[in-house]
């Protein structure tokens, strides 16, 4: 038997923190900890759907808060349309964000490189500007969802399950030939094609899988918020998501943990001094990019190793 | 008809903006093969320092001056902490890097001139009309804005054409390595490229400025507008820029005019009224899907190097 690796080991620990934190939190009677850590799982679950195609793919989407906010939307409509309850919700959440994620694919993956990268930013913010105006659900200002969850342990539990499922399924898939052509897809198209793989249907397939992941994280999001608003959906919130699964380590399996991790503590850190944390946050993304490769997964590896 | 015209007259105004921004953005791509998402924050700056420098002197000339001094300082300012060390690395991390400058001056912006968005009142001679048809009378400024357009897109195209300036732009954008072998000062021209291009959409936020409410993030939205004039017009092209400014703001400002009729001969009146606008802010990027699926390069394809 392999040993396993350090990050392996890493994100087994966050994993079994984030299990046991509801425990901590009721001893300590800290509530909003529990919210924190709910929004933190919810943001890797989006940031592990991203890195399916961003990290493994190789392909740099900066669209993907619009198919978040897609599933948000889509879960909110159902609430305040139909009085459907949360499968219902979560269904046409998923169902939506990933047509809208196909959608998204097949126009972006006629594009490679920059062009990609700028057109799947367009696409989303084709989808923000759409969301904006929305009046009937409340346009730039948003509207509130009749809430589904009364903030309570269970709920944190299934964000929970589903956070673990969502990191062992980017395990299982990365190994499967699917995956190992969507990795090679990243390396070298040419030798992918030549092997007789059609890697245009194995990106598109990718992306929409993707889409379906960040469909399910937006549903979430109106379950734990119960409020949607064009404001999530936004280009500045994409990238924020590509920070995220880049910091964490694209293509590593606990990467998005990680990076979301790293995000939230910080973000938390610095709105404790200021309203205008970003001011202190911008510059460290720009050292931190400058600076570093592999994101947090590489160093921990790559530390250990030396 | 007159209607007509004067859509047209906002549509041209639209497209000569985003020819400012998209054009620096182009231009920067084409010779560092850097994509900077930062670029709409010049535009920010442009817009903010115009305000400024204008009640500060209490001339807006002198204001503008100013504000196009002081935009071109911080984008070198920029470049050479940040922009220069970019030059060799992958676009995401390029993309990442100036993503954070977003931040950066998204939030210094309304920390210096305060939360709420300023406005800049033009002088009685530029906001005063010219009556251009018998019923249709347009201001000056607006004027000023379509001819500093028309100036600067036939200024680069003398400079990149026929000065010795430009056809060192053309090497770098070409081939760099062979470019400094033969005596170019990379480094000068990159940050040379840099300061033009962040000129370029300070000049449009300058112009701007006083039809709009300056505020924090007003850069993000021309942004985007700007990027799918790149791609659309292929990545690194100029004059794939400049006829795909020019085509994105006819069309979105037709779009913004024609939808709501046009929805309400098939629809009922609340339907058209819900779709209309919703619909309508999507003319461009569906119109930039459209023409990606038949011409993924865009108009004018750079060559690949």
């Keep these: 038997m392999t040993r396993p690796s350090p990050a392996v080991v890493a994100v087994t620990v966050l994993l079994m923190a984030l299990a046991a934190a509801p425990l901590l939190a009721a001893a300590t009677a800290q509530p909003f900890v529990l919210f924190l850590l709910t929004r933190l799982m919810i943001l890797a679950i989006a940031a592990t759907g991203l890195n399916l195609v961003l990290g493994i793919g190789g392909m740099p989407s900066f669209g993907h808060a619009a198919l978040v906010g897609v599933g948000a939307y889509a879960a909110a409509i159902v609430a305040l349309q139909t009085g459907g309850g949360a499968w219902t919700q979560t269904f046409w959440a998923v169902a939506a964000a990933t047509l809208a994620a196909f959608a998204m694919g097949a126009i972006s993956l006629r594009t490679r490189g920059i062009a990609f990268i700028l057109v799947t930013l367009a696409l989303g913010q084709m989808l923000f500007f759409f969301a904006a105006a929305l009046e009937p659900l409340g346009g730039d200002d948003g509207i509130n969802v009749p809430a589904t969850f009364a903030g309570d342990a269970g709920f944190y539990y299934a964000v929970f399950a589903l956070l673990a499922a969502a990191t062992a399924a980017t395990a299982w898939v990365r190994a499967t030939p699917f995956g190992m052509a969507l990795r090679g897809g990243a390396v070298n198209e040419d030798r992918i094609a030549a092997a007789g793989i059609d890697l245009p249907r194995v990106r598109l397939l990718a992306f929409a899988a993707s889409g379906a992941v960040c469909g399910l994280a937006g549903a979430l999001t109106t379950f734990h918020t119960a409020f949607v608003s064009p404001a999530a959906m936004g280009w500045s919130r994409s990238a924020e998501l590509v920070a995220m699964v880049l910091v964490g380590g694209a293509g590593a399996v606990a990467g998005p943990l990680f990076g979301t991790a790293a995000f939230v503590a910080l973000e938390e850190l610095l709105s404790g001094y200021t309203t205008r944390w970003h001011l202190v946050f911008g510059p460290v993304l720009v050292i931190v990019v400058l600076a570093a490769r592999g994101g947090i997964a590489g160093w921990i590896d790559g530390r250990t190793r030396d | ?305």
């Design chain 2, 1 to 305: 008809m007159t209607l007509a015209f004067e859509q047209l007259l906002n549509g041209l105004q639209l497209g000569v903006l985003l020819y400012l921004v998209a054009a620096g953005l182009t231009l920067v791509f084409g010779v560092m093969r850097v994509v900077n998402l930062a670029h709409g924050s010049f535009y920010m700056l442009g817009a903010y320092f115009v305000v400024a420098f204008a009640s500060w002197t209490g001339s807006l000339m002198a204001g503008a001056v100013l504000a196009l001094a002081a935009t071109t300082a911080v984008a070198l300012v920029v470049e050479r902490l940040v922009i220069a060390r970019l030059y060799r690395r992958e676009p995401l991390d390029q993309l990442l890097a100036t993503f954070g400058i977003v931040l950066f001056f998204d939030e210094l912006a309304p920390l210096v001139w305060g939360p709420a968005g300023l406005t800049l009142a033009l002088p009685p001679g530029l906001a005063a009309g010219v009556q251009l048809l018998p019923d249709l009378a347009v201001p000056v400024w607006r004027l000023v804005i379509l001819a500093a357009g028309g100036l600067v897109a036939a200024g680069l195209g003398i400079v990149v054409a026929r000065t010795r300036t430009g056809a060192w732009i053309r090497a770098g954008a070409a081939d760099p390595e062979t470019a400094q072998t033969l005596g170019v000062n990379l480094p000068l021209l990159f940050r040379g490229v840099f300061a033009l291009g962040a000129a370029l959409a300070g000049l449009a936020g300058i112009l701007t400025a006083p039809l709009l409410t300056v505020q924090s993030g007003m850069g993000n939205d021309i942004l985007v507008l700007a990027f799918v004039v790149v791609v659309l017009g292929g990545l690194g092209s100029m004059r794939g820029a400049l006829a795909a400014s020019l085509a994105l703001g006819i069309l979105d400002t037709a779009g913004r005019a024609a939808l709501p009729e046009l929805l309400a001969a098939v629809l009922s009146p609340e339907a058209a009224d819900t779709a209309a606008p919703a619909l309508s802010s999507m003319v461009v990027y569906v119109a930039m899907a459209a023409f990606l699926w038949a011409r993924p390069d865009g108009l004018f394809p750079a060559p690949r190097r």
